[in-house]
Structure formats: C-alpha cells, structure tokens
C-alpha cells in the first residue's frame, strides 16, 4: 500500500488522485443565466445529493486561475440554477458545451441543445435531456486554498420534469435512463450490471 500526503503533492496530483479514486461521479449539466440575459450550460462532475426533505443537491466548481467559472458567477448573481442528468443520448452534445467560451456566448448553441422555459426559476433548461431539476440556491460557501479554490452550491429543487418514458409508480427506470458517469481524463462509464443485496435488519 502507497501512502501519500496530500500537502506535499502539487494540486493537480490531488486532482488525480481524487478523480481516480471516487469513481464513477454522476454528471450535472447544469444551466445558468447571466445578468445580461445569457444563458450558459456546462457539465460538472463534483455532483450530488445533499437532502431528500427537503430535496437538495450540492455542486463544487473548481475555480480555473483566471477567475470564477460563468456558472459559478450566475449562480451568485441570482441564486438560481437547472440541473440536468447527463446520459448516453445527450453525452455527446453536452461535453462539446465543456469549451471554453467568453460570458458574452452561449453553450448552448454551440452545441445545438434546445431551450426549453423553467415554471418555477427564470433559468430555462434543455429539452434533450430526460431529467431536470429546477434549484434555488440554499447555501454557497468558496474554498480558497494554495490554489485558486472552489465554490461549492448547495440547492433547494423546487421542480422535477421526468420524462414519462423512465418514469413508473414513482420510481425512475435505470436502464430507460441511460446515465453516464465520469471517470478520469477521457473516459466515462455507462450503467453496467445492476445487481441487488438486501440491506441487513
């Protein structure tokens, strides 16, 4: 067994490490808009569920050196945001948003992914994605660090849209669903065997 301290890493073996290690990660894609009316989509990985009552999800984004990241920026602004699930129909289309673009252009159409309106949030989603959830921004806190840090999201869904096709008795079809995970570097992972074991009493 190889023990490392992370203090005497430089971050990005850090990063390595931690993106070998926790796998797979469930993708967020996730839509913002700016003050000036632009709406930006990008992918996260540091994603997941904080709360189920109330429903709420965390999201971390890495802070690049040259500054907060669009949808870091976005959320601050107006504490509202749309996650989307990730899966094999749209994974294409959602990693070409992952570019990196001025504040003043879009993801979304370099992409060619499709606006649809939000109900309860003024940020709209995208129609190719099968499940989204509609945040309001409960809690953020920013991490600095020796690097240019992170801010991590915590939001509140005040509204799910599940698409009729993997939804049953309240349950989502995971198969139906097709999500994909993140890995390391270029690599992403689809659901593989599902398998069940009962939990102990």
Do not use: W
């Not at 920013?142 to 509140?156: A, R, T």
């Not at 993997?166 to 999500?179: C, F, H, Q, T, W």
């Amino acid at each position: 067994m190889i023990s490392i301290d992370p203090e005497h890493n430089e971050e990005r073996d850090n990063y390595k490490l931690l993106v070998g290690s926790i796998i797979p990660r469930p993708i967020a894609f996730v839509t913002t808009q700016s003050e000036s009316g632009v709406v930006n989509g990008a992918p996260f990985s540091y994603f997941n569920i904080v709360s189920s009552n109330p429903p709420m999800v965390s999201l971390a984004i890495q802070r690049p050196a040259s500054g907060m990241k669009d949808t870091a920026r976005n959320i601050y602004g107006n504490g509202e945001f749309v996650v989307h699930i990730v899966d094999r129909d749209n994974v294409t289309k959602i990693n070409e948003t992952a570019a990196s673009l001025p504040p003043s252009e879009s993801e979304l159409e370099l992409a060619g992914l499709t606006q649809v309106p939000s109900l309860a949030v003024a940020v709209p989603g995208i129609k190719e994605s099968k499940i989204r959830m509609e945040c309001r921004l409960v809690e953020s806190v920013p991490f600095g660090g020796d690097g240019p840090g992170s801010d991590l999201f915590i939001g509140e869904i005040i509204q799910f849209h599940v698409d009729e096709t993997i939804y049953e008795n309240g349950r989502i079809d995971p198969e139906r669903l097709g999500a994909v995970s993140r890995l390391a570097g270029t690599n992403y992972a689809a659901i593989g065997e599902i398998f069940s074991l009962e939990r102990p009493k």
